[in-house]
């Protein structure tokens, strides 16, 4: 019998013969044979010099953690701690290049409809709750819009029974509180609302139905995977995305989440070749007839995994490039990062042209930051915005009116890559006013259906 490998000794020296360096994660020296009159084998002699000769020191931008101290100048520039970059203001920019930048905006836009449709709805479920005498400005004005949705939802025929709405930036989750009470006692819906934040004064517990289940999932949209939430991979229930001001960048993650990593997973399971669904049960001649009948009777009809998409629109100074799902429709234009940031900047000239007076500022509760969905009125107060580009702050030879012309034609450039994006993903998208600007200021809704539903047609 071959004699044991040896082991170091109790008195925490490496074996003879055997490298001495100390493996930190196994707790444990290195078990590799060292030649004649080496302390350390191969893999381990530079390591363990290199070491031993250099000093760690604690790193100047944050002492939690230390750093080599021949590294340092590496470090620094990578460091998580270090100072991020300022985004650039519109209003640093001279006269002469922001007319170049509104020349590019205009040219860009041209073509594209500024005047979209409007298609303000409401629906019967919300009735006795916008007629409650006790509802302040506030309350019914939210009220309004949920109704509209809801009514667009209806609309495309998205309200029924055996699918799963995904409310993203959900907040308190009262779109999907009100999309359940319009569904009634319809059977298997599911709700999965998608919040990063925690959230109080929640709606969810408040409904007890059989056939709808809430689930509440506290995430950032850019890591939410709906392949791995169960009842849509077991149960493959129709997904109907749905948002109610679903702020800046959280637009972006919420399609890319729903036509990109989901739907676009899903197919490709579904696109699995004929023969090889039924080889198993069926001999080669029934596989060939199968295939000239276009497997309508014997294969399961395809299942789509998105249904629809019901989002209304907002803050789109908050987008980012790097999320931004319009980059391919962007770079068509000639246009990139640099114009796309300050685009997305000049946006909020679409909402903050009628500011309050200095006096009236003052004497106003402050603005709250806010989530991917709040139901602060920040969103819909949009005029009463403080912003670094503000009108004061920018030259002179653009009038109010002008600015906010020029914010509504970024809203919509960047909206319109976002329409692009859905069509090159196989939907047929649609942006409409879904709510009175005196109700909302933000008040597009952008609605998309897959291109092969039988549903009505939806215009850009």
């Not at 640093?92 to 590019?104: A, G, H, P």
């Not at 939210?142 to 209806?154: D, M, T, V, W």
């Not at 025929?157 to 989750?173: Q, Y």
């Amino acid at each position: 019998m071959a004699a044991s490998a040896p082991t170091p000794h109790a008195t925490g020296f490496p074996a003879e013969g055997r490298c001495g360096y100390y493996v930190e994660k196994k707790k444990r020296f290195c078990r590799m044979v060292v030649a004649a009159g080496k302390r350390f084998c191969g893999e381990h002699a530079g390591a363990a010099e290199e070491e031993n000769a250099r000093k760690r020191i604690l790193c100047p931008l944050d002492p939690k953690h230390t750093v080599y101290e021949d590294q340092l100048a590496k470090h620094l520039k990578k460091c998580n701690s270090r100072e991020k970059p300022k985004p650039v203001p519109v209003s640093s920019l001279s006269e002469e290049q922001l007319e170049n930048l509104i020349k590019k905006l205009r040219k860009a836009s041209e073509g594209l409809n500024s005047t979209l449709k409007d298609q303000i709805m409401s629906h019967p479920a919300l009735h006795d709750a916008l007629n409650d005498p006790k509802n302040g400005d506030s309350a019914t004005k939210h009220l309004k819009q949920q109704a509209s949705i809801l009514g667009n939802i209806e609309k495309l025929k998205l309200l029924g029974p055996r699918r799963c709405f995904v409310e993203f930036g959900a907040g308190k989750g009262k779109l999907s509180h009100w999309v359940d009470i319009a569904l009634k006692d319809a059977e298997k819906v599911h709700f999965i609302l998608v919040e990063k934040v925690t959230t109080r004064f929640k709606v969810d517990g408040k409904h007890r139905k059989k056939n709808s289940v809430f689930e509440r999932l506290q995430i950032d949209i850019q890591h939410l995977c709906l392949n791995k939430i169960p009842v849509l991979s077991k149960e493959k229930l129709p997904v109907v995305g749905i948002g109610k001001h679903l702020c800046g960048m959280a637009t972006d993650l919420a399609l890319r989440c729903l036509v990109e990593t989901y739907a676009a997973s899903c197919e490709e399971r579904n696109e699995e070749p004929l023969a090889k669904r039924i080889k198993n049960d069926k001999t080669e001649k029934e596989i060939n007839t199968l295939a000239k009948e276009g497997n309508e009777k014997n294969v399961p009809e395809k299942w789509t995994p998105v249904a629809g998409i019901v989002i209304a629109l907002c803050c789109h100074h908050r987008c980012d490039w790097r999320h931004y799902v319009g980059k391919e429709y962007f770079k068509a234009l000639g246009l990139g990062a640099v114009e796309f940031h300050y685009f997305q900047r000049m946006s909020s000239w679409a909402t903050c042209g009628m500011r309050k007076t200095s006096l009236e500022a003052s004497n106003s509760t402050p603005v709250r930051k806010d989530n991917q969905n709040d139901d602060s009125e920040e969103h819909d107060d949009g005029r009463y915005r403080i912003t670094e580009d503000s009108a004061e702050s920018l030259p002179g030879f653009l009038t109010v009116e002008e600015k906010k012309k020029l914010g509504h034609l970024c809203k919509l450039l960047i909206d319109q890559g976002r329409i692009e994006y859905l069509q090159q993903k196989g939907f047929r998208p649609a942006l409409q006013y879904y709510t009175d600007p005196l109700v909302s200021l933000e008040n597009v809704l952008l609605t998309a259906l897959p291109k092969h539903s039988s549903l009505p047609e939806t215009t850009a």
